[in-house]
């Protein structure tokens, strides 16, 4: 480059380097001082900024450490910002003697939330480490050792029992324990469904047919505690189906579950499947008699509902049925 043409390109440079300086832009240099990050994180939690605090709080930890407050207050907006799960890993990293009780309890609730519950058994094992009074959390961990380690439930359940809330659940739970020889974790599964603990119903269900079964029925009363909570229960109720094609309770459940899809000809079906193979259950017929009403066949549903009552021997539960039956088809 010619000397004219470098004295030319000098004065571009300078502008370059020396208007935003004429102008007053900030400079950067090893004097300035560094924001304080505990400020800003203070400061936007004041005015309502979660996603920026919580920025602040990993921010402040990868400088200065994770202490047992921090942990606790990215835990808070972590829960604030509806993401449970990383409140959980904040706050599990709080070591023991400098977690609250009501966060422990909290850190129990999510974990219970989240149907993750190896999590809960041992949300629940610090918890009453604290607080051993505690009903909620005594209840919740009998029932997760019944269904694993049964020998372990008594304690908790009778001490639960002791609340109004969990009594009877609990001393149902006390003598499936104390009669049952084998498959208890269905059992105990059934025992739940029958309460209406769809949650904890699956989690027993599953338990049962990874052990000792029997599987199909197993998979079909998961199946079943699924489509109570609003989730899919079609992929495992096709797997029992496939394992037990020629049992009664299999398609009994599958019926359920189908009626529950709002698939009635594929419900009736399958009640007529599981009337066939135990013919002497109650039960089954008249759920098929049920079957048949949905679909208006009253003919066959009345036949059904009849059988129903005559294998029961009476009983006044399929007999209600019956005239419930009658009520809603016969003329005014």
């Given at each position: 480059?010619?000397?004219?043409?470098?004295?030319?390109?000098?004065?571009?440079?300078?502008?370059?380097?020396?208007?935003?300086?004429?102008?007053?832009?900030?400079r950067?240099?090893?004097?300035?001082?560094?924001?304080?990050?505990?400020?800003?994180?203070?400061?936007?939690?004041?005015?309502?900024?979660?996603?920026?605090?919580?920025?602040?709080?990993?921010?402040?930890?990868?400088e200065?450490?994770?202490?047992?407050?921090?942990?606790?207050?990215?835990?808070?907006?972590?829960?604030?910002?509806?993401?449970?799960?990383?409140?959980?890993?904040?706050?599990?990293?709080?070591?023991?003697?400098?977690?609250?009780?009501?966060?422990?309890?909290?850190?129990?609730?999510?974990?219970?939330?989240?149907?993750?519950?190896?999590?809960?058994?041992?949300?629940?094992?610090?918890?009453?480490?604290?607080?051993?009074?505690?009903?909620?959390?005594?209840?919740?961990?009998?029932?997760?050792?019944?269904v694993?380690?049964?020998?372990a439930?008594?304690?908790?359940?009778?001490?639960?029992?002791?609340?109004?809330?969990?009594?009877?659940?609990?001393?149902?739970?006390?003598?499936?324990?104390?009669?049952?020889?084998?498959?208890?974790?269905?059992?105990?599964?059934?025992?739940?469904?029958?309460?209406?603990?769809?949650?904890?119903?699956?989690?027993?269900?599953?338990?049962?047919?990874?052990?000792?079964?029997?599987?199909?029925?197993?998979?079909?009363?998961?199946?079943?505690?699924?489509?109570?909570?609003?989730k899919?229960?079609?992929?495992?109720?096709?797997?029992?189906?496939?394992?037990?094609?020629?049992?009664?309770?299999?398609?009994?459940?599958?019926?359920?579950?189908?009626?529950?899809?709002?698939?009635?000809?594929?419900?009736?079906?399958?009640?007529?499947?599981?009337?066939?193979?135990?013919?002497?259950?109650?039960?089954?017929?008249?759920?098929?008699?049920?079957?048949?009403?949905?679909?208006?066949?009253?003919?066959?549903?009345?036949?059904?509902?009849?059988?129903?009552?005559?294998?029961?021997?009476?009983?006044?539960?399929?007999?209600?049925?019956?005239?419930?039956?009658?009520?809603q088809?016969?003329?005014?």
């Amino acid at each position: 480059m010619s000397k004219r043409r470098l004295w030319r390109a000098v004065p571009v440079l300078a502008l370059l380097v020396f208007i935003p300086l004429a102008l007053g832009f900030p400079r950067q240099s090893a004097d300035s001082p560094q924001p304080d990050v505990r400020q800003q994180l203070t400061d936007n939690l004041r005015r309502g900024r979660p996603v920026q605090a919580l920025f602040q709080a990993e921010r402040l930890a990868a400088e200065t450490g994770w202490t047992p407050e921090l942990l606790r207050t990215a835990g808070e907006i972590a829960y604030q910002l509806g993401d449970h799960a990383r409140a959980a890993a904040y706050w599990e990293a709080i070591p023991a003697d400098a977690m609250p009780l009501t966060l422990l309890r909290q850190l129990a609730g999510i974990h219970y939330e989240m149907q993750d519950w190896p999590k809960l058994a041992a949300a629940l094992d610090r918890l009453l480490a604290a607080a051993p009074d505690d009903r909620w959390a005594r209840f919740n961990r009998g029932w997760l050792l019944a269904v694993s380690q049964p020998e372990a439930a008594p304690p908790h359940l009778q001490a639960a029992g002791h609340d109004p809330l969990y009594h009877d659940m609990a001393f149902d739970l006390l003598s499936v324990i104390q009669t049952t020889r084998t498959h208890l974790p269905m059992q105990v599964g059934i025992t739940l469904a029958q309460r209406g603990l769809w949650p904890e119903a699956e989690y027993a269900f599953n338990q049962a047919a990874a052990g000792d079964g029997p599987q199909a029925e197993a998979l079909a009363y998961s199946a079943l505690a699924r489509d109570q909570q609003g989730k899919d229960g079609q992929t495992v109720m096709q797997h029992a189906v496939m394992l037990g094609p020629q049992n009664a309770l299999v398609r009994f459940l599958q019926g359920l579950h189908l009626r529950l899809r709002h698939d009635l000809p594929g419900s009736l079906e399958a009640f007529q499947l599981a009337a066939a193979l135990d013919p002497v259950n109650p039960a089954y017929a008249a759920e098929l008699g049920t079957a048949y009403h949905l679909t208006d066949d009253v003919q066959q549903a009345e036949s059904w509902f009849k059988r129903a009552v005559t294998l029961s021997g009476g009983d006044a539960r399929f007999q209600q049925l019956l005239e419930a039956f009658y009520a809603q088809t016969l003329p005014k």
